[in-house]
């Protein structure tokens, strides 16, 4: 086999400048390419990481949501009042443990507050008493609750005491489960 031989062409300076003149053009448009080959492997690295950074946040703001916010439509007591249809109290309540006390020198006033399953009974006194006069005149305000009820409301009572004199024996709180007979003091 023969080796072929290249000839030699003779250029004038022009077409040798021309040359090169294209080699850099050539070397300046492959360093262009290489640049923005790298610069659009380093945007889809960025892109890739802000994507999942967009679903990270996504997913806490849903689980915060869901966490927080999802179960607010339904009652402050959610499913514990379900028979609370079954156990009515007397729409008229709160006069009727208030009228107990009308003739009760005593007791300046009364407040009854339902909340749920629990009823709130602050009795004000306005005259010393002893505690034990005190507590019994609280137990009255259970027979205007019924003893039906009793069997599934609890009773919190509050007894005050805004007499001029001191008296270092109030503030009496008592309290009443639902499970048991009798208030607890």
Known sequence: MAKSKTKKVKLSKEEKNELKEQKKIEKKEKKNIKKNS?????????????????????????????????????????????????????????????????EESSIEKVTTNVEGRIIYITIDFKESIKVAKAQELAIKSLEKIGEENLKYYEVQYLLEYTGEGENENFPIFGSKNYNSLKVVW
């Open 38 to 102: 790298k610069n659009k492997q380093d945007y889809t690295v960025l892109f890739v990481l802000l994507g999942i950074l967009l679903v990270c946040f996504i997913s806490i703001g849903f689980l915060f949501y869901k966490y927080f916010y999802a179960g607010t439509s339904t009652s402050k007591y959610g499913d514990r009042l379900d028979d609370i249809d079954k156990y009515p109290l007397s729409a008229t309540l709160k006069d009727d443990i208030s009228s107990l006390y009308t």
